[in-house]
Nanobody
Framework: QVQLVESGGGLVQAGGSLRLSCAAS????????IGWFRQAPGKERKFVAG????????FYTDHTKGRFTISRDNAKLTADLQMNSLNNEDTAVYYC???????????????WGQGTQVTVSS
């Protein structure tokens, strides 16, 4: 079992940056792909970025590619999301999640953190 805890959210001005961190417990962290998702008020939870178990492969959406960077450190049991050039549309609760396979649907992520709020002000 993997337990995930996000941190690093907060209030930032448009154009600014934030770095989110996902801290995991459990010795099986390196067996899992990690995904970052976000959910804005009244909207569905959506995929933001993903990384495979080794960190060698990453995936982004059209909205985040070039602005966001996902990384992981299996020795430290962490997975980070560096977010640059933030805009109002990035305002949401951000979640990290773990799945046995990379690039799977949201429903196949087995473990979820509690989320961290990111608010971008104009």
């Amino acid at each position: 079992q993997v337990q995930l805890v996000e941190s690093g959210g907060g209030l930032v001005q448009a154009g600014g940056s934030l770095r989110l961190s996902c801290a995991a417990s459990g010795h099986t962290f390196s067996n899992y792909a990690i995904g970052w998702f976000r959910q804005a008020p009244g909207k569905e939870r959506k995929f933001v970025a993903g990384i495979n178990w080794s960190g060698e492969r990453t995936f982004y959406t059209d909205h985040t590619k070039g602005r966001f960077t996902i990384s992981r450190d299996n020795a430290k049991l962490t997975a980070d999301l560096q977010m640059n050039s933030l805009n109002n549309e990035d305002t949401a609760v951000y979640y990290c999640a773990a799945a046995k396979e990379a690039w799977v649907s949201l429903s196949e992520y087995e473990y979820w953190g509690q989320g961290t709020q990111v608010t971008v002000s104009s």
